[in-house]
C-alpha cells in the first residue's frame, strides 16, 4: 500500500495541512491510518481519486461524495477495511477479486488482506471486537480457499509450521500466509497448532520429512514452543528450526534464526535455505526418530 | 510579478460576456491580482471549488446559491444558502433540486418551468434569466432567483436574492 503524510498528501491536492484535516473531520474521508507515533498516513489511491474528483465536481463535498462512490481505483487496505467493518462479505471478496486483476496472490495478501485486518485490531489487553472476530474468519477462509488452488508440490523437500497464535489473533493469519506462499512455491508445507503435545511428533516427522520447521506466533507458553524446537531437532537429521514474527521472543539469547514479520520475505529466505542445501544430497532418515514417538 | 498578473487578459464566456472566480461554498471572490492557486479548492474556507460566472450572475459572498447539474441534482450549497434551509451541504449534494426549491408560480408556461430552465441553462442551450421560486413545503415565501451558466464542469448557478 502506497502511502502520503499530511504534508505530501496535502500538496498534492493543492490545500493546506490544516484543510486536509478540517475534511477529515467534517466528511470522514479521506481516512487516514495512523503510524505508531499517532502520524497520519494517507492511502495514496484514495488522495488520487479525490484529485480526479476535483476535476469534475464543483463542490469539495460532491469531489467527496464522487471519489468514494467510485472508490479508490485499485483495492487497497482502506476499501477493504470499510466493508469488512460494515460485514460486508460480498463487498469483501470483490474487492480481493479486483485486487487479484493487478495483483499476484501473495502481494494480494501481503499488500490487502494482512493490512486491513490489521488496522482493525484491538489494543493490548482489550476483548477483540466484532467486527475483528469477522474479518479474522472472512480472511481464515479465504486463504484456506486459495491454499486449496495452490498447484501440487514440485520440490521434495518439506516445511513444517507450528503456530503458537492466540484465538483472534492476527498472527494467525500471518502463519496461513507463510503456508500459502510456501505452497505456491511447491513446497511441501503443513501448518500445525503449538498446542500438539510435543512427544507425538513422530508421525507428522515422518510423513512430511521437514527440512525446515518454523514456529510462530507470540502468545503461547514459551517452554511449549522450545519443547516442539527440541524434538524436531532430536528427531530429524540436519532439520534447522527458525523464528517467524518473534515466536521466541527478543531476549535476545536465542540462536534461532529469524525470517523477519512478511510472509513473502520470509518464504524467499526459506527458499533460499533449501536452494542451498539442495546440491548436496542429505539422508532420508533420522536415526533417532523412533525413539520420540 | 503582480504588475504581470495585472496585465492577464479578463476570462470571457462564449458570449464575449466577462467572467468572475468565485468560491464554490463561501462565495468568495479571489483575489485576480494573486499568482494562480495551485489547485481549484478554495485558500479561504478549505470547503468549495473555485468556479467562475459572468460577472452579472455570480453571487457576492452573503448571497444564498446553489449549482446544478444537467441531472438536477444538486452539486454545491453555499454556506448562506445552507443557514437559509437549514441543510448541510453534506446531506443536500446529489439530491434532487425539487427537494429544496420550487417554482413559486406553479402555473408558468412550460418554457418558463423551474425545472425545464436549470437543464436547459446547465446543457449550455440557454442565456442567463430570472426566476421566482420558493422552498418546497414552504408558502408565503418567494426569493427572485438569477439563474445562469457557471463551471467547470458546466452546470447551473441558481442565486438567490
Known amino acids: 500500500m502506497s502511502v502520503l503524510r499530511t504534508h505530501a498528501a496535502a500538496a498534492m491536492l493543492g490545500v493546506s495541512p490544516n484543510t486536509l484535516r478540517s475534511w477529515e473531520r467534517r466528511f470522514g474521508y479521506p481516512t487516514p491510518q495512523r503510524t505508531a507515533g499517532g502520524h497520519r498516513q494517507f492511502d495514496l489511491a484514495e488522495i488520487e481519486a479525490l484529485r480526479q474528483a476535483f476535476e ?238 | 510579478m503582480r504588475r504581470l498578473h495585472a496585465l492577464r487578459p479578463a476570462p470571457v464566456d462564449e458570449q464575449g460576456q466577462q467572467l468572475v472566480s468565485f468560491c464554490g461554498h463561501c462565495g468568495l471572490r479571489p483575489d485576480p491580482h494573486a499568482p494562480p492557486p495551485p489547485s481549484r479548492v478554495c485558500g479561504h474556507c478549505g470547503l468549495g471549488l473555485v468556479l467562475q460566472a459572468a460577472v452579472d450572475l455570480a453571487p457576492r459572498p452573503d448571497e444564498p446559491f446553489l449549482v446544478v447539474d444537467t441531472s438536477l441534482s444538486v452539486c454545491a450549497v453555499s454556506a448562506a444558502a445552507e443557514a437559509l434551509f437549514a441543510i448541510d451541504e453534506t446531506d443536500a449534494v446529489n439530491k434532487h433540486i425539487a427537494d429544496f426549491l420550487v417554482p413559486a408560480d406553479a402555473n408558468a408556461p412550460s418554457a418558463e418551468n423551474l425545472l425545464a430552465l436549470l437543464v436547459d441553462v446547465a446543457a449550455g442551450s440557454r442565456e442567463a434569466c430570472t426566476a421566482v421560486v420558493r422552498p418546497r413545503q414552504e408558502y408565503g415565501v418567494r426569493f427572485w432567483a438569477r439563474i445562469g451558466p457557471c463551471g467547470s464542469p458546466r452546470a447551473a448557478l441558481l442565486v438567490l436574492s
Open chain 1, 56 to 293: 469534475e465536481t464543483h463542490n469539495v463535498s460532491s469531489a467527496i461524495s464522487v471519489a468514494r462512490e467510485r472508490g479508490s481505483g485499485p483495492s487497497s487496505p482502506t476499501r477493504l477495511r470499510s466493508a469488512l467493518r460494515r460485514f460486508d462479505e460480498v463487498e469483501a471478496d470483490r474487492i480481493l477479486e479486483e485486487s487479484l486483476a493487478v495483483r499476484s496472490v501473495e502481494r494480494t495478501v501481503e499488500e490487502v488482506l494482512l493490512p486491513s485486518i490489521d488496522g482493525l485490531g484491538a489494543a493490548a489487553g482489550e476483548s477483540p471486537s466484532a467486527e475483528l472476530g469477522f474479518a479474522l474468519r472472512w480472511a481464515a477462509g479465504w486463504l484456506a480457499a486459495a491454499k486449496r488452488v495452490a498447484p501440487a508440490p514440485t520440490r521434495p523437500e518439506g516445511v513444517l509450521i507450528f503456530d503458537a497464535s492466540a484465538t483472534c489473533d492476527i498472527d494467525a493469519l500471518h502463519a496461513q500466509a507463510l503456508e500459502l506462499c510456501l505452497r505456491r512455491a511447491g513446497v511441501r508445507t503443513l501448518l500445525l497448532t503449538a498446542e500438539l503435545d510435543a512427544s507425538r511428533l513422530a508421525h507428522v516427522l515422518q510423513a512430511i520429512d521437514p527440512r525446515l520447521v518454523v514456529l510462530t506466533g507470540r502468545r503461547a507458553w514459551r517452554d511449549a514452543v522450545s519443547r516442539i524446537a527440541y524434538q524436531t531437532r532430536g528427531a530429524v537429521n540436519l532439520v534447522e528450526v527458525l523464528d517467524f514474527r518473534g515466536a521466541l521472543g527478543d531476549s535476545g539469547y536465542s540462536s534461532v534464526p529469524r525470517l523477519g514479520m512478511s510472509a513473502v520475505v520470509a518464504r524467499d529466505l526459506l527458499l533460499a535455505r533449501l536452494n542451498a542445501d539442495h546440491q548436496p544430497a542429505r539422508p532420508r532418515r533420522a536415526p533417532g526418530l523412533a525413539k520420540v514417538s
